[in-house]
Nanobody, 122 residues
Framework: QVQLVESGGGLVQPGGSLRLSCVASGSIYNVGGMGWYHQAPGKQRELVAGITTRGATNYADSVKGRFTISRDNTKNTVYLQMNRLKPEDTAVYYC????????????????WGQGTLVTVSS
């Protein structure tokens, strides 16, 4: 069984920083593109940032210049460094990844983490 496990959420004041981590674990053959999404109450889940296996990145306009996505392929881990946080960044943040398993090396399955809550408030 393969799963994504996030960590690093919490309560932070406006202007503060948080770093989210997401580890893919289990019978993994390869991890393709990875990303972070967020979902605020009453809103749809939206892409925050994505990163390819070679490190190419893309960001939502709302977080450009404040958030940085990175990954460590040796650890099957993706990170989201969030700086200058704003109250409107408050949401549940979900990790997303395309994963090929040892039993299906040519088929990539889209996986989601369980979500971690980020609250930006004074």
């Amino acid at each position: 069984q393969v799963q994504l496990v996030e960590s690093g959420g919490g309560l932070v004041q406006p202007g503060g920083s948080l770093r989210l981590s997401c580890v893919a674990s289990g019978s993994i053959y390869n991890v393709g593109g990875m990303g972070w999404y967020h979902q605020a109450p009453g809103k749809q889940r939206e892409l925050v940032a994505g990163i390819t296996t070679r490190g190419a990145t893309n960001y939502a306009d709302s977080v450009k210049g404040r958030f940085t996505i990175s990954r460590d392929n040796t650890k099957n881990t993706v990170y989201l460094q969030m700086n200058r946080l704003k109250p409107e960044d408050t949401a549940v943040y979900y990790c997303n990844a395309l994963v090929a398993t040892l039993t299906s090396t040519y088929d990539y399955t889209e996986l989601w983490g369980q979500g971690t809550l980020v609250t930006v408030s004074s």
